[in-house]
């Protein structure tokens, strides 16, 4: 049971120009209807997930039916690495007096994930988990699984960012596996 | 449902080592907040942090010192088969601090995971380690993670291990976004000004019980939410953490009026203790007694569930709820909730409270001999 009802796999090896430029087009197409504050701020994988999420959200053809209790769920094995070295090196850079409040807020792993929730209004728990194990998307998914068999989750929006790969499953209570690509 | 018994419980504090040391300072309202002597503060809003007393420019980083003191006060002795979480926001932050200001790296073993593996590894626990992050409810999510893990049967011992310190990358990010107080934080205070940095680390090892046993610690109910409001302050009307609130005594099988108190978030910011007053007000029909530690030992990041929960494990214990540190004139909002002094409570349901960066909120419900 708890069988992602959909799941969707995104290449991210695209540099953050090329992610800018699939937002820009999902912007023109329509598939994106409202613009991402602050989306050039996001490191790439940042970029992706947001990506991920209008794919997946396309391909299922709705968004999650009950928001207040859709949480989401970041996994991937460096956390902010990649934010946090350019906040600091911003910091280094303008004489160790200063940081930048607008890149210190995207310093913690759940940043993105945030903004997800502010952008779609889900309001479920947001949580980022790592693991050392060799399968990093069954690691997500098992996880995901036991945060739906409690009762105030009726959903999970998993993504899983390993080996310049990101994963988007939409995962809930309901039995089956459809939808997937 | 399997109870998750609370089987060992330890944490280093800037207040001194161990829970019942620090409930006791706790209780007589020590503060440890002082001058930050750990890097220069001249350029930023405050220059006070509360630091755990020991912590030296060794080679090793402060989160490691602080496992370290842990690991030696437990003897390094865990089940082989237990698995570990470690809780933080940013860890080990010290190593990319060190890389970009040395030789422009990224931070070789600046990561969560790589925090976890070297844990788990000194300590000899056979599973590979998870990471769980929740901004300033890191820990709380952790033991939430440990329960469900328990309860379903994957897990049978689990040790939630977390810690974060006083470093200059947060202490400049708070700083930038003026979010500190140029004094010690004063929750719940009406002149309160903003958070003050701190660090700590802790232990707790959550266990699959047979039985529930009367004077053992139990998590007995958990919840979680977010604001979807904001990436920096929480939202105004207190909703989002009411409802985790709500959720938690719920899935213990609790009314509101059965928590004998609550162990709050309280940072001393005044949008984040407006916020969490008004969602006490939402859940409770009555006032119930409630306490800050962040007046006292500052702000610990993802660390500052696991040292309310240490807290209140001792206020049950000692049927006494300790005093909130800092207070000088409290908050008409607040009055008769917080603690001005310490209140004898023969306890046995506690609430655990956290809300942090982008709109995060958790609570916990620890149980003294009882489950659902």
């Known amino acids: 049971m708890n069988n992602p009802v959909a799941c969707i796999t995104l290449d991210v090896q695209s540099d953050a120009e090329s992610l800018i430029r699939r937002y820009r087009s999902l912007r023109d197409d329509g598939t994106i209807r409202r613009p991402v504050k602050n989306f050039t701020r996001f490191d790439d994988t940042g970029k992706a997930i947001f990506l991920a999420a209008f794919e997946l959200f396309n391909h299922t053809g709705s968004l999650p039916r009950d928001p207040s209790a859709t949480a989401i769920l970041a996994v991937d094995r460096d956390g902010a690495l990649m934010n946090n070295t350019a906040y600091f090196e911003n910091y280094v850079q303008n004489g160790r007096t200063m940081g930048s409040p607008n890149d210190f807020i995207y310093t913690l792993p759940t940043s993105v994930c945030a903004e997800l929730g502010i952008y779609y209004g889900l309001r479920g728990q947001l949580l980022y988990m790592s693991s050392a194990e060799d399968d990093l998307y069954g690691f997500g998914v098992g996880q995901a699984r036991t945060l739906v068999s409690e009762p105030h989750h009726r959903a999970v929006l998993l993504f899983v960012n390993d080996s310049d790969t990101i994963q988007a499953a939409f995962i809930t209570p309901q039995f089956g596996a459809k939808h997937e690509s | ?372």
């Not at chain 2, 080679?59 to 437990?74: H, Y």
């Not at chain 2, 139990?218 to 929480?234: L, V």
Request: a negative charge; proline letters at 4%.
């Open chain 2, 1 to 372: 449902m399997v109870p998750v018994k609370i089987s060992y419980i330890d944490v280093v504090t800037p207040l001194g080592e161990g829970t019942e040391t620090f409930y006791r300072e706790v209780a007589r309202k020590e503060i440890a907040i002082s001058k930050n002597t750990r890097f220069d503060c001249s350029a930023f809003r405050s220059d006070r942090a509360a630091l755990v007393p020991g912590i030296s420019k060794n080679g090793k980083t402060c989160v490691a010192q602080m496992f370290d003191m842990l690991a030696e006060r437990r003897g390094r002795t865990f089940p082989g088969d237990t698995r570990l979480i470690f809780a933080a926001t940013v860890g080990e932050i010290e190593n990319l601090e060190n890389a970009v200001l040395n030789d422009g790296s990224k931070g070789p073993g600046s990561t969560l995971l790589s925090t976890a593996s070297r844990l788990a590894e000194s300590l000899e626990l056979e599973k590979p380690p998870y990471v769980v992050s929740a901004a300033c409810a890191s820990a709380a999510a952790a033991v939430d993670r440990a329960k469900s893990l328990i309860r379903c049967g994957e897990e049978r011992s689990v040790l939630v291990a977390s810690a974060d310190c006083v470093s200059e990358f947060v202490f400049s990010g708070f700083s930038a976004l003026m979010a500190l107080d140029r004094e010690a934080a004063r929750p719940f205070d009406e002149n309160r000004d903003g958070l003050t940095a701190g660090e700590a680390a802790g232990f707790v090892l959550l266990e699959a019980a047979t039985d529930v046993q009367k004077d053992g610690f139990y998590i007995t109910g958990s919840g979680f939410s977010s604001d979807a409001n904001h990436m920096t302050g929480p939202s105004r009307d207190g909703s989002g953490l009411a409802k985790a609130v709500a959720s938690a005594v719920e899935s213990a099988g609790l009314k509101p009026g059965s928590v004998d108190f609550i162990a709050a978030h309280g940072t001393g910011t005044r949008y984040n203790d407006a916020m969490e007053i008004k969602a006490y007000k939402t859940v409770f029909d009555t006032p119930c007694p409630m306490f800050s530690l962040k007046g006292a030992v500052g702000h610990t990041m993802g660390n500052a569930g696991l040292l309310q929960l240490a807290v209140a494990v001792e206020s049950m214990k000692n049927r006494t709820v300790p005093p909130s540190t800092g207070l000088s004139c409290v908050d008409e909002e607040s009055a008769g909730w917080v603690t001005e002094r310490s209140v004898a409570v023969d306890s046995n349901h506690a609430l655990i409270v956290n809300a942090g960066f982008g709109g995060i909120n958790s609570a916990l419900v620890l149980s003294r001999g009882i489950c659902e």
